[in-house]
């Protein structure tokens, strides 16, 4: 009878199993289908243009230097796309990565999730990931964020494992993991943190904590290393954008990282997103209740959110809803813990209500698609632009001018121009119906091509930059071989021509 028992527990135990990976690969197939099309054939926007330039160096040593030039960030994703595209991936292919990681991300979710929960809320942690709004956008991009998601999982995978069973092995996999980590983002480096405060106040962890805290140690070394570049990096000033502490931001960060924007009614708009703060609150408590690992899961969805407010709050610029992509999925964890309470039928309700809002919002917020900077530069091309001829732009100055720079034949630098004389011929992307009924209305107006909602246009005869039609527009003109009528704007000075009223 014994050994009947064992068998039917072992047989259970397959099935398990079974189960647990069939629902894994499930949400790694979901991810991959909603990310894949975007990262083939969207245009790269402004930061993927920055990526793609650092990508293209011949050697490591140049990404390296390019990175600490240009970037906030660390190294180590570049030099992953680099060495994907030295052996051989298209640029617009190297996004694949992106893709691969969002994959892993969905499918490592339910497996680590599923320590903490059952089946079937560990799967709706992983589709939360799968169908989250910052999730999907950045799956699909040439930029390090979702792998940072991911590597935040594999941190507590990694973590939770060598306490369990503290092998060298373990260690060494859990070092690995903090190394790469701290080289993707270095707002992983806050998840880091998490883990050590853990450590420290964890029972379980008790007799463990000088062996845990040296294979972290250990794993931080590159990091330190590199830690002299960052310091560079922080002096440039790089995160003026995100402009000072704003309460509302902060609250509705959880939120964001699901859905694209937040209700429109007035009572929803600012209750939808607090209701999200309180369940990641009141699950994370749950979790942390029931097991010291429940407790991890809870404080890496929590702390480096907490964390990054304070320093936000203290003064420095870094807050910012992708920055904080690594927390989360485990918010999404214990915000599913919070049905484990109730009944079996309200709690497979509100799992299906939730799903539909997932998909729901899947939708909605991917119904506009990004701005086909490719088919703008081909419009130009098309009705003859050159280097000499200055754009009327319409629209965003930064947001424009790197992908233009990318997609125009022999991706010559542009900058702003500052208007002299009239031209005989100038170019105009129009953003808006009044921009695009301006331009529609301009004297010698001679073609236009329609993407989407941006008008391009060429026009014809002797045009004055400075006419009142062009009002509200910035100028922008080739570095080198511009025609007389616009000159270009010394890089020093753009900040403050910007700033100025058009």
Same mark, same amino acid.
């Given at each position: 009878m014994g050994g009947i028992r064992t068998l039917t527990a072992s047989h259970s135990e397959s099935a398990e199993r079974r189960k647990l990976w069939v629902t894994a690969t499930g949400a790694a197939a979901v991810a991959a289908a909603v990310r894949i099309s975007g990262a083939l054939h969207y245009a790269f926007w402004q930061d993927e243009v920055s990526s793609a330039r650092i990508i293209l160096e011949r050697t490591p040593i140049g990404v390296a230097r390019h990175v600490g030039r240009t970037e906030s960030t660390p190294p180590a994703w570049y030099a992953l796309a680099w060495l994907a595209h030295r052996l051989g991936v298209p640029m617009a292919d190297v996004r694949l990565l992106s893709v691969l990681a969002g994959a892993? =991300?969905?499918?490592?979710?339910?497996?680590?999730? %599923?320590?903490?929960?059952p089946l079937w809320l560990s799967g709706l942690a992983g589709l939360a990931v799968a169908l989250g709004y910052e999730f999907v956008f950045h799956g699909r991009e040439l930029r390090a964020y979702e792998?940072?998601?991911?590597?935040?999982? &594999? &941190?507590? #995978?990694?973590? *939770?494992a060598f306490v369990a069973i503290p092998s060298r092995r373990r260690a060494v996999v859990l070092a690995v993991v903090v190394a790469a980590g701290a080289l993707t983002n270095y707002f992983f480096l806050l998840s880091v943190a998490t883990v050590l405060l853990w450590i420290a106040v964890s029972p379980s962890? !008790?007799?463990? %904590?000088?062996?845990?805290? $040296?294979a972290i140690a250990l794993g &931080?070394?590159?990091?330190?290393?590199?830690?002299?570049v960052m310091a560079l990096q922080y002096r440039r000033h790089r995160f003026s954008f995100i402009g000072p502490f704003d309460s509302h931001t902060v609250l509705s960060s959880y939120w964001s990282l699901f859905a694209r924007a937040e209700p429109h009614t007035a009572v929803l708009h600012d209750a939808a997103p607090l209701l999200v703060v309180a369940g990641v609150v009141v699950g994370g408590g749950l979790l942390a209740r029931r097991s010291d690992d429940g407790l991890l899961c809870a404080l890496l969805a929590i702390a480096p959110f907490v964390a990054a407010s304070l320093v936000w709050l203290a003064g420095p610029r870094i807050f910012d809803v992708r920055n904080l992509i690594g927390v989360g999925p485990f918010a999404a964890i214990t915000l599913a813990a919070l049905a484990t309470p109730l009944p079996r039928v309200a709690a497979v309700a509100a799992a299906s209500l939730v799903t539909a809002l997932l998909v729901y919002g899947f939708i909605v917020g991917n119904r506009v698609q990004p701005v086909s900077y490719d088919r703008v530069a081909e419009a130009l091309v098309?009705? +003859?632009?050159?280097?000499?001829?200055? #754009? #009327?732009?319409? +629209?965003n100055f930064y947001a424009f001018r790197s992908p233009l720079e990318w997609y125009l034949p022999a991706r010559p630098p542009l900058t702003l121009g500052e208007p002299r004389e009239t031209c005989g011929r100038i170019f105009v992307i129009a953003l808006g119906s009044a921009a695009r009924s301006r331009t529609l209305g301009a004297p010698g107006l001679a073609a236009t091509h329609r993407v989407r909602g941006i008008l391009v246009a060429r026009v014809e005869g002797r045009n004055s930059l400075t006419d009142g039609r062009w009002r509200r527009s910035r100028? =922008?003109?080739?570095?080198? +071989?511009? $025609?007389?009528?616009?000159?270009?704007?010394?890089?020093?000075?753009?900040? *403050? !021509? &910007?700033?100025a009223p058009s």
């Open positions: 892993f =991300l969905a499918a490592a979710v339910v497996v680590y999730a %599923r320590t903490l929960l792998l940072h998601a991911l590597l935040s999982v &594999l &941190l507590a #995978i990694a973590a *939770s962890v !008790r007799a463990l %904590r000088r062996r845990a805290t $040296a &931080l070394v590159p990091f330190v290393v590199w830690s002299p098309s009705e +003859g632009w050159s280097t000499r001829d200055p #754009i #009327i732009l319409f +629209g100028v =922008l003109v080739a570095e080198k +071989g511009h $025609a007389p009528c616009a000159h270009p704007v010394p890089e020093a000075e753009l900040a *403050s !021509r &910007l700033s």
